[in-house]
Structure formats: C-alpha cells, structure tokens
C-alpha cells in the first residue's frame, strides 16, 4: 500500500470510528428517553466532548492530506467527503446533545401515551438505522444502499410534519403534561433533522464513488 | 550555500554555523573523515553505479572495509537489495553489469550500495529528478519504508515530492535557511512569508 492509500485508510477508520461515536450517542438518547434515565442523559452530554475533538481531528487530517498530497479524481472526491460527512456527523453528534438535555431537564418521565401517540420512538428507530446504513453504505462503498437513505428520510419528515397537530391533540387532552410534550415536539424536529444529515452523508457517499452530484435535484 | 551544498559538509567545504552528526561536530579536530564516510551513505542525482556487476556493485562498499568472509558479503548484497527493494528483479542475473539495468533500477542498485555499508544516515540529491514518473514512485516508496530504519535527507526542488515523503522540510533560498518545521505544519501553514510565496508558486 502506498503512503496515501496508508493515510487514506487511516482516514476512513477514523471516520467510521467517529460514525460508532455518534450512533451510540443517539441510541443512548433513546434509551434515556424511554427509560427517564438522566444519568445516562447526562453521560451522553459528556461525551459530545469527544465528538468535537474528533471532528477537529479529522478536519486537520484532510487539511493535511490534501496539503501534503494533492489527491486527485477518486481520492480527492473520497477527501472531499469524509470533510462534509465529518461535519454531517458532528452535527448529529450536537442533536443527540440535545435530545439529552430535554431529559435532564423535566422532573417526570414522559409517559408512555405521549411517546407511543407522538411516534417518537419509531423516529429514534429510523434515525439510528438511517445513520447505521450510511456508515455500512460508506465502509462497503455501496451505492444502492446509500440510495435507500433517502425513502427512510421521507419516513421521519412525515411524522415530523404532523407533529405540530398530533401534540396540540395531546396536550388538550393531557393539561398536565405540557412541558413534556412541548420537549417531544422539540425531539421529533431534532431529529427529523437527523434524517437530513443522513440524506446529506449519502449524497456524499454517492458524489465519492460515482462522481455524481445528487445536491438539490428532486429525484435521487 | 545553496540547498546541494548541504550535502558537500562531508567533502569539507567550509560553511558557517556547526554540522551534527550524531551528536559530534564533523569539524572538530580528530573526525575522520573515512569513518564519517561509513556513517553517512550518499546517493546522487544522476545513477551512477560503477563499471562492475551488480553483486561487486554492493559488495565493492564491504570489501573496502576489510569483509572477506564470501558468506558474509552475500548475505549483506542481498539483504541489502532486499532493502533497497530490487532483490527480485536481479536476483537472477547478480553477475550481469549494473549497467544492463534501466535508469530507476540503477537507481535502487546505487541505495543499495549505500545501504551495504550500515550507515546511520543516508544523503540523497534529488535522487528521483532524473528518472521516469513509475520509478519515481518506486524511489518515494521505498524512501518511505527506509525512514523506519534510516535519517534521511532528500535534497529537492519537487515540493510535492518532500510533502509525499519527509516528516520536516526545510527550505532554503539563495544560500540561506528560511524555515525548517514539520512538512505538514510547512504545507498547511508556513510561518515564513517568503515559504508561503514560493509553495504557492507567487515565486519560483
């Protein structure tokens, strides 16, 4: 191998390390949320530290390498991904941070009518599969997986468009669980945005391996 | 003193400020120069393997410090093409002339020659500036894997080749050092004007 496939390499382990990093972050919050577990919350809000310095880490890697190497045709499009997927994770990485401190923030659980109504979980669901089928589309280069991103995203953004009418139904109903809903409400838009960082890292995905540009055209 | 006379100290020439190696001063009274020589294995920029066979090519280095054992230099000649990555194309043919070889084999032949005499550091000028781009590569990549063992000091004018390879980079401009530092910390962010100016190609 040669010394820049060696960096390479090293970059994409690095990526992939980062990827795990995050998707443990979002399934924790998950779990905190389910289970009203603030220690676990508060866990996933010290460990954003560590997010953030991997994406410092990996911004001076590609810096470097472009520097040292000027990588062109494939190799440059594979650099010029891991520097916005990198940014996509980081990003992922603040609204797992978020979604904890809802958690640390109320004094009772939220109830299990408000999750189950509200279809949070099921959006938890999608998000961790949507970010887990984006790091195995990136390690295995696989396209056709990257491309089934997408059809989930559509999923998250329908529960998130409907949220607004189905926590307004919740909360007239359930007076004594405002604060809670108001924060599922926040959750379910944090991570409908999740589904559009994950959309973003398969553009990417795709850009790298077929050099095509998915950014802002209608069908994928 | 410009950027190849650096590699002139062993011959002498007198410059100003002290020459290290090893943690001696080569100018202080006493160095000898034949063992200074040991020490330091020199590659040019032109291959120039002597008028020999490729095996007396490596061994030539061996037999001039005294090693008669015939066991003893074979293991050396191979190992030493082994490191200079061309045992497997000369293998077959050691008692063929080093001239029969192309230009980047010469080339490796040359760093193996160097390499035969166990030197601590190996000075190379512009060792890859007369040869085709694949053999290029080859000389890069073997630069690469003989750092682990080797201090290597490349003289070049490609400044992508000292970004691919070294780990510090110093520059120097009409005889004098401008910067030294890290190679990435050169290329990403120099501190010197006039080293920014000539990476980006403002100059030069």
């Known amino acids: 191998m040669s010394h820049l496939e060696n960096e390479l390499q090293k ?35 010290a460990k954003e530290k560590r997010v953030n310095a991997y994406e410092l880490k990996i911004d001076r890697d590609c810096e470097n390498i472009f520097a040292l190497f000027n990588p062109v045709a494939v190799d440059l499009r594979f650099v010029l991904a891991v520097l916005k997927i990198n940014s996509n994770l980081e990003r992922i990485g603040d609204i797992a941070d978020g979604i904890a401190r809802y958690v640390i923030d109320v004094d009772t659980r939220f109830s299990d009518e408000l999750l189950k109504t509200t ?26 997986l990257a491309r089934t991103i997408f059809k989930k995203d559509e999923k998250l953004d329908d529960i998130n468009v409907n949220a607004s009418y189905v926590i307004a139904d919740f909360i007239k109903n359930h007076s004594d669980q405002v604060r809670e ?33 998915l950014k802002h055209r209608l069908e994928k | 003193m410009s950027a190849n006379t650096i590699l002139d100290f062993i011959d002498r020439i007198k410059i100003t400020g002290l020459v290290m190696v090893d943690g001696k001063n080569i100018y202080e009274k006493g160095i000898r120069v034949d063992e200074l020589r040991k020490q330091v294995g020199m590659v040019f920029q032109k291959p120039n393997p002597f008028p020999k066979s490729i095996y007396e090519n490596v ?8 090693v008669k054992d015939k066991k003893v230099i074979d293991e050396k000649v191979e190992q030493s093409l082994v490191q200079a990555a061309i045992w497997d194309e000369v293998k077959d043919k050691l008692k063929k002339s080093a001239f029969e070889l192309s230009g980047g084999q010469q080339q490796r032949l040359c760093i193996a020659r160097a390499l035969a005499i166990e030197p601590s550091m190996l000075l190379m000028d512009e060792p890859a500036s007369a040869l085709d781009p694949i053999s290029t590569a080859k000389i890069e990549e073997l630069i690469y894997e003989l750092k682990k063992k080797y201090t290597i000091m490349i003289v070049t004018h490609n400044m992508q080749q000292a970004g691919r390879v070294s780990d510090y980079t110093a520059f120097f401009y009409m005889g004098e050092l401008i910067e030294f530092d890290e190679t990435k910390m050169m290329f990403t962010n120099p501190k010197n004007t006039r080293t920014q100016n000539y990476i980006t190609g403002r100059f030069g």
């Open chain 1, 11 to 45: 970059l994409k382990s690095d990526a992939l390390r980062m990827w795990k990093t995050v998707q443990t972050q979002l399934e924790k919050g998950k779990d905190a949320l389910t289970n009203f577990d603030k220690d676990m919350a508060r866990e996933i809000a």
């Open chain 1, 119 to 144: 279809q949070v979980i099921e959006m938890f669901e999608t998000a961790n599969s949507i970010i887990q089928d984006a790091a195995t589309a990136f390690e295995n280069e696989d396209t056709k």
């Open chain 2, 59 to 66: 061994a030539f280095g061996l037999r001039v410090n005294g």
């Open chain 1, 181 to 213: 809903s108001l924060h599922i409400l926040s959750m379910i838009r944090k991570l409908e945005r999740v589904g559009d960082q994950g959309k973003n890292i398969a553009e990417e995905i795709i850009f790298y391996i077929e050099a095509k540009v």
